[in-house]
């Protein structure tokens, strides 16, 4: 081989190598934790657990967060039963059918939610909830809602009652990336406002019945996690988020 040829050869080689140490690593997702009933704080409605330890919620409305230290990973699998005996409207007055995770769960007034919407028409919705000083369902009611806009997203088909699927949020900084039945759905940034408040994961349905198994993600022992707060561990009711 000429020299030249040589010269070329380590060229790309160098660039090669020096392109593969550039990359970033991976993040990988981490280990999931199943929630029982004991490690839940429901603060709205009703959550009954099932004999094989799965949760199951009838009541028009459900709120509820982790109380230990969990990852800003949760995944919700759930079975959809149908429409609940009993209609609750949302706090602005629309009547929607809709089961779905709570990241960064502060209190009622601040956190970010990832929703998927159940009837026709079916999608993930992601909204931050942020109303600065502000704690109860008293003090915000619907206020400080902001949908957020992915920066790629998936059409969902129409969850039909008997059908199980599954719903995956997670947040690493202000990067989302929410997964249906194992395929990502939406990914996007949710903004800088979330900087402002932190909390414990959860889950929260709307006018439907189903049973579920709840599953956060888990930390290694002395990684520093967000404060509970005080609602979560005395475990406070609200009349909603």
């Not at 149908?82 to 779905?100: F, N, V, W």
């Not at 956190?111 to 931050?128: F, N, Q, T």
Request: glycine share 8%; aromatic share 4%; proline share 7%.
């Amino acid at each position: 081989m000429k020299l030249p040829q040589l010269v070329t050869c380590g060229l790309i080689v160098s660039f090669c190598c020096s392109l593969a140490y550039s990359v970033p690593p991976v993040t990988s997702s981490p280990p999931l934790l199943r929630i029982e009933k004991d490690k839940l704080c429901v603060t709205n409605g009703v959550v009954s657990a099932l004999p094989d330890g799965r949760l199951a919620i009838d009541t028009p409305s459900s709120r509820a967060v982790v109380r230990i230290a969990t990852a800003q990973t949760a995944e919700i699998r759930f079975r959809y039963l149908g429409p609940s005996e009993d209609s609750k409207p949302l706090a602005s007055g629309e009547l929607r059918r809709q089961i779905g995770l709570k990241l960064r769960a502060q209190d009622s007034c601040n956190l970010l939610y990832a929703m998927w919407h159940i009837g026709l028409d079916s999608r993930i919705a992601v909204s931050v909830k942020h109303n600065p000083g502000k704690q109860t369902h008293e003090e915000c009611g619907a206020h400080g809602y902001m949908n957020i806009k992915p920066g790629r997203s998936v059409a969902l088909p129409r969850i039909l009652p008997g059908e199980s699927h599954t719903l995956r949020a997670e947040l690493h900084g202000t990067d989302l990336t929410v997964v249906a039945d194992s395929r990502p759905v939406w990914e996007g940034t949710v903004g800088n406002s979330i900087a402002e408040f932190d909390g414990p994961v959860g889950f929260r349905t709307d006018n439907a019945r189903f049973e579920l198994e709840y599953l956060a993600g888990s930390v290694a022992p002395g990684t520093q996690t967000a404060p509970l707060g005080n609602r979560v561990t005395r475990c406070l009711q609200s009349p909603g988020d």
